[in-house]
């Protein structure tokens, strides 16, 4: 199977839904489609794997994004976060080419690339093992809804 990667367009959010779904995200398409723009207002990047079938009609199979996260008590680092790859087309090397892709986009920008992976899923913290990524400290997450959004 031939895939490339290129950068996310607007026009690509219905095809993200239900990779994202696949994460446990359940986003309207018109919210993807605001993500997408803040992304690209903040320099960020997103970066997804497509197939190109005999028809020239091109799927989405996976996506990441690359971003710089500045904290106070840290500096600048950058981040890659959202990487998934349709579960039919793992174990290709579609997602060791997305985050290399997103290693590319962040060089030059950061000292540094973190990512984080929710604790149940091991089949991820090994990918990222094997990528050469080492876990630094376990945290807890806590989120407030605001009212007026």
Not at 59 to 85: H, K, M, P, Q, W
Request: aromatic share 6%.
């Amino acid at each position: 199977m031939y895939f490339r990667l290129r950068p996310a367009e607007l026009t690509d959010a219905a095809q993200l839904q239900p990779l994202l779904e696949q994460l446990g995200y359940y986003r309207s398409v018109e919210d993807i489609k605001m993500t997408l723009n803040a992304i690209h207002t903040i320099a960020g990047r997103v970066i997804v794997a497509v197939v190109v079938n005999p028809a020239q009609e091109t799927t989405i199979i996976g996506c990441v994004n690359a971003f710089i996260d500045v904290r106070l008590a840290s500096g600048a680092s950058g981040e890659i976060a959202s990487l998934v790859v349709l579960e039919k087309h793992r174990g290709m090397g579609i997602g060791k080419a997305l985050i290399t892709e997103a290693e590319q986009f962040l060089e030059g920008r950061c000292q540094r690339i973190r990512i984080r992976a929710n604790a149940t899923r091991e089949q991820a913290h090994n990918f990222y093992g094997a990528c050469g990524y080492r876990k630094q400290k376990v945290q807890k997450i806590f989120v407030k809804r605001l009212e007026n959004t």
